[in-house]
Nanobody, 117 residues
Framework: QVHLVESGGGLVQAGGSLRLSCRFA???????????MGWYRQAPGKQRELVAT???????TYVESVKGRFTISRDNTRKTIYLQMNNLKPEDTAVYYC????????WGQGTQVIVSS
């Protein structure tokens, strides 16, 4: 049974934008709302890395390489988080995943982002 439903990836040229979505399908609202959620990515041959987090109070953090380009947000009514990615670079190419930052849920399939130069 699917816990996390990621979507929005695709092929884009460098400098382009994408908006990723992730729905936490099996969390109830009272569990989703206060939880810190995160976006992660895994590039070919590399370990998964944390890209951005957002707390229940909407405080955010970003890995240095995406600061100023990516924006994480959440919609509690939809139990969904988003990652707006602007000015994409070839090094952003990866499979992007979402998860709860603490007490991870079973990982989803992820959504592929390919940035061509």
């Amino acid at each position: 049974q699917v816990h996390l439903v990621e979507s929005g990836g695709g092929l884009v040229q460098a400098g382009g934008s994408l908006r990723l979505s992730c729905r936490f399908a099996r969390l109830i609202t009272s569990t989703f709302n206060p939880a810190t959620m995160g976006w992660y990515r895994q590039a070919p041959g590399k370990q998964r890395e944390l890209v951005a987090t957002i707390t229940g109070d909407r405080d955010t953090t970003y890995v240095e390489s995406v600061k100023g380009r990516f924006t994480i947000s959440r919609d509690n009514t939809r139990k969904t988080i988003y990652l707006q990615m602007n000015n994409l670079k070839p090094e952003d190419t990866a499979v992007y995943y979402c998860n709860r930052h603490i007490q991870e849920l079973p990982w989803g399939q992820g959504t592929q982002v390919i940035v061509s130069s």
